[in-house]
């Protein structure tokens, strides 16, 4: 197939990474272009509709399941990936991640004094607030005072969002859709924003298919949304399609020979969803959807975290257990429903694979220490329901993989990991990655911020080596 065009830098994938790196590189002169499989929406055009949302945002239509069909994975599919259906929760990672990732990757850089530059950067292309305190919903009411009933420790969330409007009476719920206000820092509002201005070209709805290293050019292929293969070339290219997309093209294009630990070290940060009924209204679903988090040092030690989170009906419909008129009955007292959840910092890495149509097969379970895990949470969100008054406790048994991270795992010794430390493919010295794929391990916190600074690292040393 003919070359259809020549640049100095492509990146697969338009989500969080691949947007923090089309505004470096593009703002340094280099010739860009970005490919993405999902389409591009603007806060007019987001989907309204949660069914419509999960199959126009997602892939595999909303979600995609691992082979024991007991987690559930949402990966997004859309210009600025994961940054639109996303809670823009942000935190730098504490010591207790580095410390753990510097342990299992042999790799220096992971430590607070290095990073905290990188994730001043970071921070400085955003808006970043906390929740105002006058428009905490009455979840938010339950989480704080069953926290304090027992003893535990909460904080408020920290979010990248510009000026949500409540006063108007503007719900955050609505932008897991995507956000009609363009007050969340979605990449289409930010870095995106200005890597196209800076001259970056945009492709969405083209899927790579094809990734092929030659002695001075990488190839890229694949497929556009009007059914035509066409071919690209790169002098560097940045892998930015996520855990699995990555994985998946990798593997697609027989790279797992020469990188052994490809699709390995996969992790997601398991989240269950508990529900509570209250005789009197909650209305979880209002004003801004999570403004807590766990800050208890113990919750950190036993390896989970809670956090004061609600969904759309669809979702919390799949989460309780009754069929019928029963299902229906419970439905109808959504208003009094309050939720947390407690998300397990994983131990027992999955593995990425793919079947022979090219389809991505996630293995993943959770070891006896993860069930442990899950548990101890579980129980702290008991207590804090007990203590505040609810009148039945609902476990949501399906867990949910919102963080996708690792499979392209980043360390120094080539046989155990897939990205060497300076951000390039072992191996392959023109192909570069710096998104959730890299994680070594599982942090525990939320990794966008953190996807974010490595980012801004790796497209900088890009820079500095050159073309
Ligand atoms: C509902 C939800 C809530 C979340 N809340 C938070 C939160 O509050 N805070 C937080 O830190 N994190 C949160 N996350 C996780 C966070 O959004 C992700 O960790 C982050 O988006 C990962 O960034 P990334 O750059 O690695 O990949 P993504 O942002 O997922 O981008 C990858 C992009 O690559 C595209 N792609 C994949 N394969 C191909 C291909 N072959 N060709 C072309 N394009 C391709 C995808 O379509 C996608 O758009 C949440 C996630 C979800 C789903």
Not at 26 to 32: D, L, M, P, Q
Not at 169 to 181: T, V
Not at 382 to 401: M, P
Request: proline share 4%; glycine share 8%; with cysteine.
């Amino acid at each position: 197939m003919q070359i259809h065009s020549s640049y100095d830098a492509i990146i697969v994938g338009g989500g969080v990474s691949g947007s923090f790196m089309a505004q470096e590189l593009a703002a340094a002169g280099w010739r860009t272009l970005v490919l993405e499989a999902g389409r591009s929406f603007t806060r007019t055009t987001y989907p309204a509709l949660e069914i419509d949302s999960n199959s126009q945002l997602y892939w595999g239509g909303g979600v995609e399941l691992n082979t024991s069909a007991s987690l559930a994975l949402l990966r997004p599919k859309v210009v600025g990936g994961g940054s639109i259906v996303n809670q823009a929760l942000m935190d730098r990672f504490d010591d207790i991640a580095l410390d753990s990732w510097k342990q299992e990757s042999q790799v220096n850089f992971f430590n607070s004094e290095v990073l905290s530059p990188w994730y001043q950067k970071a921070e400085n292309e955003l808006s970043i607030q906390k929740v105002s305190e006058q428009y905490r919903n009455g979840n938010a009411k339950i989480f704080a005072d069953g926290f304090k009933a027992n003893g535990f420790i909460c904080a408020p969330l920290t979010r990248a969002q510009k000026d949500c409007r409540f006063e108007d009476g503007n719900d955050c719920i609505r932008c897991l859709s995507g956000c009609p206000i363009d007050s969340k820092q979605s990449t289409p509002v930010t870095t995106l924003k200005k890597a196209l201005k800076a001259g970056c070209q945009l492709i969405s709805e083209f899927e790579v298919q094809k990734i092929e290293d030659k002695k001075d050019h990488t190839l890229v292929g694949g497929k556009w949304k009007n059914g035509g293969q066409y071919l690209f070339s790169a002098r560097k290219v940045i892998l930015a399609a996520g855990a699995i997309g990555n994985s998946r093209l990798l593997l697609q294009n027989d790279f797992k020979k020469s990188l052994p630990a490809l699709g390995e070290k996969f992790y997601t940060h398991p989240q269950y969803m508990v529900i509570a009924m209250y005789d009197h209204e909650i209305n979880a679903h209002k004003g801004p959807l999570q403004s807590y988090k766990s800050q208890d040092p113990h919750f950190r030690a036993k390896g989970f975290k809670l956090e004061n989170v609600f969904a759309p009906p669809v979702a919390i419909s799949m989460l309780l257990p009754q069929l019928g008129k029963k299902h229906m009955a419970k439905m109808k007292e959504i208003t009094k429903m309050a939720c947390i959840e407690v998300a397990v910092r994983d131990t027992n890495p999955g593995k990425i694979k793919i079947n022979n149509q090219g389809r991505p097969i996630i293995e993943k379970e959770l070891n006896e220490e993860d069930e442990k895990r899950k548990r101890a949470g579980m129980d702290a969100i008991h207590a804090i329901f007990a203590s505040t008054g609810a009148r039945e406790v609902i476990r949501g048994d399906l867990g949910i993989g919102l963080h996708l991270m690792g499979g392209c795992s980043l360390g120094a010794d080539e046989k155990k990991f897939v990205t060497a430390p300076d951000f390039t493919l072992h191996g392959h010295r023109r192909i570069v990655i710096a998104d959730s794929s890299i994680f070594p391990n599982a942090p525990g916190i939320n990794p966008s911020l953190t996807i974010m600074a490595l980012s801004k690292m790796a497209a900088d040393q890009m820079i500095k080596e050159g073309l």
